[in-house]
């Protein structure tokens, strides 16, 4: 970029990297002091004043206070979530240049976000691209337009309850236990219903043979994680087919549901995992064991579950 108002010799690559795409979204750069240059905004502000002022009627004078009025607060949100954006860089990123039509995309959609916990999921999608272009897609960034502050807390516990399969998509387990989990966290809202209605998890659950379920291996937290399962059941002696066995439920977060997950730190549920896994080895004799054998009761402080707050932390991705 030529004659740059930002020296950018001093920065890291990260930085350096977040100042440059966001040159590209707003056309100023950006200064990482905390102030975003607006001078083109209101340069366009007074300029329609002017004229209205000289050759047009009132009405046009009070359509450009209400478009300065809205460029300036537009202004205002897109600073804040760069400013989580930069709190939230790794410190390392590719190289890979950030898509300009991505960009483009972020700020139009980013530019109303004006409660202060959505912009930190909005920063911290801006980071995650700059670290690794290709995090976000467009299609997530439209969702989280609509997406309400509950909505997004529901989603926050939704994580809590949530496990990461060994190629890191999530799902969560379908039984009594996650779902009073999630009940008990909003007030008798059924989130995981809402959830599925609006999209953030898939719309048809994977039956796994309680036999089968050995084969999963999962996290939780920091926790690497197992079923354990029964063997599988006899056959019949005549016509030597299987036996009929229980399944586990479970349910995917949707492509939408799993990049979302990326941006919001999981909350571990004190006890969580001891809890499900007493439930589903009485329904079906499958139980959660540590990768390392070691019984489920000790993973999580015991039975008892302590909700905590369900709402958007601070702090990296």
Known sequence: MTNPIVDLTPLSKPVTKLVEVVAQGIGALYKPVGTVLQAKADA???????????EVSE????AAQRLLYTEIERQKNLEAIIDKARAALPERVREDP??????????????????????????????????E????????????????????????????????????????VENSVTSRTLVEAFGGVDVERHMLDIGILGAEPTLVPASQT??????????????????PPPRTPKLGLQTLEHKLFIRLFSAIGQELSRVARQEVREGFVAHLSDSIQKQIRVRIEADDGEPSAALNGGPGMSHGNSGVSEGPP
Request: no cysteine; net charge positive; hydrophobic share 45%.
């Open 98 to 131: 950030v898509p300009k039509d991505w960009i483009t995309h972020f700020f139009t959609a980013a530019q109303d976000v004006n409660d202060e916990d959505m912009q930190l999921i909005w920063g911290r999608i801006l980071a995650g691209e700059v670290a």
């Open 44 to 54: 366009k502000a007074r300029l329609i004043l002017t004229e209205a002022d000289i």
């Open 214 to 231: 050995s084969a999963w291996r999962f996290s939780y937290g920091t926790l690497s994680l197992k079923f354990v399962g029964p063997p």
């Open 59 to 62: 009405l046009w004078r009070r």
């Open 133 to 172: 272009p290709g995090n976000t897609s467009r299609r997530t960034l439209e969702f989280l337009k609509t997406l309400s502050k509950q909505e997004a807390e529901m989603f926050v516990a939704l994580l809590s309850v949530s496990f990461a399969e060994k190629q890191g998509w999530r799902f969560v």
